[in-house]
């Protein structure tokens, strides 16, 4: 079993930055690629970033691409999403989720078995 924990969501202004951050635990909680998604209201949940269990594959979303930095400290065993040049259509609820081991891919949220609670980043005009 894994648990993901996320934190650092919150209230931003255009323009202004924020930093999510995953504690993953559990059983060989650093050898899972992983992935941030997002769900505004009304909307489905959408694939954010997603990072190879070494860090070295990194993919976006085209909406966050050039904005967002996805980034892992296995020796912490800890993912981040770093968002710069925030917008009002980033808002939603920013979930990590820890890819399953057989999946190489990153957009679908299917193969993603284990989730975090959730975090609210709501940005303001």
């Known amino acids: 079993q894994v648990q993901l924990v996320e934190s650092g969501g919150g209230l931003v202004q255009a323009g202004g930055s924020l930093r999510l951050s995953c504690a993953v635990s559990g059983r060989t909680s650093s050898l899972y690629g992983m992935g941030w998604f997002r769900q505004a209201p009304g909307k489905e949940r959408e694939f954010v970033a997603g990072i190879s269990l070494n860090g070295i594959r990194i993919t976006y979303a085209d909406s966050v691409k050039g904005r967002f930095t996805i980034s892992r400290d296995n020796a912490k065993n800890t993912v981040y999403l770093q968002m710069n040049s925030l917008k009002p259509e980033d808002t939603a609820v920013y979930y990590c989720?820890?890819?399953?081991?057989?999946?190489?891919?990153?957009?679908?949220?299917?193969?993603?078995?284990?989730w975090g609670q959730g975090n609210q980043v709501t940005v303001s005009s």
């Open positions: 989720a820890a890819r399953d081991p057989g999946y190489i891919g990153y957009e679908n949220l299917i193969r993603y078995p284990y």
